[in-house]
């Protein structure tokens, strides 16, 4: 499997999210001159995206630490304030940034197998109330290895976190349409499925300390 293959099936999945799973239902009606992507499990997907995870947060260090240097210079031009009065220890947030951006990285494949783990358990239960056909688990994989190619759009700077996050809401919508044969409003309702559980979990605690006081 060559990283370039791995690279043009992820964009495929990114720009074709409805074909892709289209040629995951029928896979013998592609035609011969058709592009067929490779067949990534959800978590062959999320190794993938732990790459564009890691180059992300390599880029976020480097435009921090070259924004730093520019302030810097900044200060010493305009000022006229050597490098002995300031220095990057006096910005607070410099080492918060840097600490967060390799906590992304190293706890990342952690998060993703808990919402592979998360996302099956939910796409099994309504794949059972819509009875759909098929395997159920090998649906919920498909609809997951396309969801982790959002992941590529993290290295777009400055956006590139806002722009996957709205793309891999889209890429799950498309996912559930063509996986589960959900309608448009269900396949938004399932979607929305983890800020009801927030929401819920919120309302318990909250419950739990008024009954407390």
């Known amino acids: 499997m060559k990283l370039v293959d791995i690279f043009t099936?992820?964009?495929?999945?990114?720009?074709?999210?409805?074909k892709t799973h289209?040629?995951?239902?029928?896979?013998?009606?592609?035609?011969?001159?058709?592009?067929?992507p490779m067949r990534l499990t959800s978590y062959e997907s999320l190794a993938t995206s732990w790459l564009f995870v890691v180059v992300n947060g390599i880029f976020k260090i480097i435009i921090l630490n070259f924004s730093i240097l520019f302030m810097l210079n900044l200060?010493?031009?305009?000022?006229?304030?050597?490098?002995?009065?300031?220095?990057?220890?006096?910005?607070?947030?410099f080492y918060f940034l840097i600490l967060s951006s390799f906590l992304d990285i190293i706890f990342y494949p952690l998060f993703g197998i808990f919402i592979i783990q998360f996302w099956e358990v939910v796409i099994k239960f309504f794949g059972?109330?819509?009875?759909?056909?098929?395997?159920?688990?090998?649906?919920?994989h498909d609809i997951m290895s396309v969801y982790f190619s959002?992941?590529?759009?993290?290295?777009?700077?400055?956006?590139?976190?806002?722009?996957?996050?709205?793309?891999?809401?889209?890429?799950?919508?498309?996912g559930l349409r063509k996986q589960l044969n959900a309608s448009p409003v269900l396949s938004v309702c399932i979607i929305l499925t983890p800020l009801l559980f927030i929401l819920g979990f919120i309302s318990v605690?909250?419950?739990?300390?008024?009954i407390a006081l």
Do not use: C, W
Request: proline share 5%; net charge negative; charged share 15%.
């Open 205 to 210: 605690i909250l419950l739990i300390v008024l």
């Open 22 to 36: 289209e040629y995951f239902l029928n896979p013998e009606r592609g035609s011969d001159d058709e592009f067929k």
């Open 9 to 18: 099936t992820y964009v495929h999945y990114l720009i074709h999210p409805f």
């Open 128 to 140: 059972g109330l819509l009875d759909s056909a098929g395997d159920l688990s090998q649906k919920s």
């Open 150 to 174: 959002s992941s590529i759009l993290n290295i777009v700077p400055f956006f590139g976190a806002s722009i996957q996050g709205l793309a891999s809401m889209v890429l799950m919508y498309a």
């Open 75 to 93: 200060f010493e031009d305009n000022l006229n304030l050597g490098s002995d009065f300031i220095n990057i220890s006096e910005f607070p947030g």
